[in-house]
Nanobody, 124 residues
Framework: VQLQASGGGLVQAGDSLTLSCAASGRTFSTYVMGWFRRAPGKEREFVAH????????SYADFAKGRFTVSRDNAKNTMYLQIVNLKPEDTAVYYCAASVYEWGNFERVNQYSYWGQGTLVTVSS
């Protein structure tokens, strides 16, 4: 599967943004999908993931309350809505797909496929 993340840009603190991750192929609905981010000078970190059909979600602690992950299997697309953006949200945001049914979906190595990333820059 090929993943294409989009929707990033330069925004002001307090703004909202929705990132998209478009997937190729017919098997999108079978993947657990995740969002990660890498801030300047930091390691890639987990943001959120969403299950295949149930839509069950899980978030990193910093993402709870401001980030919402969703998916539309009919459109082969996953989304990440971020509200009340803060300068510390500045990062490259990556989407990823996992072929595994079980495991720790907060770990980078749980995912088999990655998008190229989309840059979000939040000015204060």
């Amino acid at each position: 599967v090929q993943l294409q993340a989009s929707g990033g840009g330069l925004v002001q603190a307090g703004d909202s943004l929705t990132l998209s991750c478009a997937a190729s192929g017919r098997t999108f609905s079978t993947y657990v999908m995740g969002w990660f981010r890498r801030a300047p000078g930091k390691e890639r970190e987990f943001v959120a993931h969403i299950r295949q059909s149930s839509g069950r979600t899980s978030y990193a602690d910093f993402a709870k309350g401001r980030f919402t992950v969703s998916r539309d299997n009919a459109k082969n697309t996953m989304y990440l809505q971020i509200v009340n953006l803060k300068p510390e949200d500045t990062a490259v945001y990556y989407c990823a797909a996992s072929v595994y049914e079980w495991g720790n979906f907060e770990r980078v190595n749980q995912y088999s496929y990655w998008g190229q990333g989309t840059l979000v820059t939040v000015s204060s």
